[in-house]
């Protein structure tokens, strides 16, 4: 009976820690480069806001070799260079991870192309990057290839084999398009399950300022399939156990200036929006700067989604209460987590009305955390 007793107290253990759903948080190192309110350092992270951290960017040399993008993150001045002082943050919350995610949008998809497809380019990178990240002190490699295409398809999968075999100590993880002709086209997805450790799919820019009206980033319904729970089944669907895939939050949004300002609600045409002060960017806006745009907050139920209108400028965003849906939704249908893109937009300075400081991490973390 007593060894019964101890199989099931071991159990019911293993579910708890094993139910432990990931937070992960890209770490942009651009961002230092904002102004006043908008400058972000690893310093202003708050122990226990993310599971994981993702270092957005690493770089491949034209030699396929790993490299930092910015000279700052690796340098030897009085604090240490970005690598060491987001790595330092595992002093203060133990069991917290940091990967380095190497490519990126503007990184294009070229260099990606050719490495994975040539053995002696591959086995050039998987032993450099190997030795870049031991030498700075992450837990795993993150590849952002924006994004593989027909040709790429088994070559994609070759890479992820060779890197997860290098070091199987190390997470290895991915973030992936969440538009379904491209994952039809690039992914071979019950192959990518065999050696990736989580997915994170970019349920976000469904809709944006290239587009001449008004919509949501990442709404997690819509009448069409661009949408996150359309996203996040279709990547199951096709054979990415769930458990593995991560929901993508975004901590800004898309802003239109509008045509008619009393035309104003869902797909109201306008153009890109002004840049806002901070992160200085047409057509788009970080939660912080959102926030403190004044106007008018409404919700679109079928979306679940807020937007807000202020004169004749319209921005789409996640807030509390989206965020929380989306996460209720993330547990109800047994996906494994969640991750922003970044951190350092959330409002890490509590600058906005409600003067909570990462209020959208704060709201994923109600419930996941």
């Known amino acids: 009976m007593y060894q019964k007793f101890l199989i099931f107290l071991t159990i019911c253990f293993l579910q708890t820690v094993t139910a432990e759903y990931v937070r992960g948080c890209y770490f942009s190192d651009w961002a ?45 001045g009085p604090n240490g260079g970005y690598y060491k002082r987001v790595n330092a943050l595992k002093n203060q919350q133990p069991g917290l991870k940091t990967i380095l995610s190497f490519g990126g949008w503007s990184a294009g998809t ?46 994609y999968v070759t890479l992820l084999k060779e890197i997860k075999a290098a070091d199987t100590s190390k997470l290895l993880t991915a973030a992936v398009t969440a538009d379904a002709e491209t994952v039809d086209e690039g992914y071979n997805v019950g192959e990518m399950a065999k050696h990736l450790d989580y997915v994170n799919v970019m349920t976000y820019d469904f809709h944006g300022d290239w587009e001449d009206q008004t919509g949501e980033t990442s709404p997690l319904f819509s009448s069409d399939n ?63 700067e959102i926030c403190n745009i004044g106007g008018t907050r409404h919700w679109d139920a079928a979306q679940k989604m807020p937007y807000r209108v202020s004169g004749d400028l319209w921005y789409g965003y996640d807030d509390q209460s989206s965020v929380r849906s989306k996460m209720g939704w993330l547990k109800r249908n047994g996906f494994g987590g969640a991750f922003t893109w970044a951190l350092d937009m959330d409002d890490f300075n509590g600058q906005c009305p409600e003067k909570q400081k990462y209020i959208l991490h704060n709201a994923i973390n109600e419930i996941l955390g």
């Open 110 to 155: 070229e260099t990606f192309k050719k490495l994975a497809a040539n053995e002696g380019h591959r086995k050039t990178f998987v032993k450099s990057a190997m030795q870049f990240i031991n030498r700075y002190g992450f837990d795993g490699i993150d590849i952002d290839w924006e994004y593989p295409k027909a040709g790429d398809y088994d070559n």
């Open 32 to 76: 230092h480069y904002r102004p006043d309110k908008g400058r972000y350092e690893p310093e202003m992270y708050i122990p226990g806001t993310c599971t994981h951290i993702f270092f957005a960017f690493a770089k491949v040399n034209d030699d396929y070799t790993a490299a930092a993008y910015d000279d700052e993150d690796t340098s030897n």
């Open 226 to 288: 661009y949408n996150t729970a359309f996203a996040m089944n279709y990547w199951a669907q096709k054979g990415m156990p769930k458990g593995k895939l991560l929901v993508g939050i975004a901590t800004y949004g898309y802003g239109w200036k509008l045509n008619d300002p009393n035309n104003n609600g869902m797909n109201a045409p306008g153009k890109p929006a002004p840049p806002l002060p901070l992160t200085q960017t047409n057509g788009q806006g970080a939660y912080f």
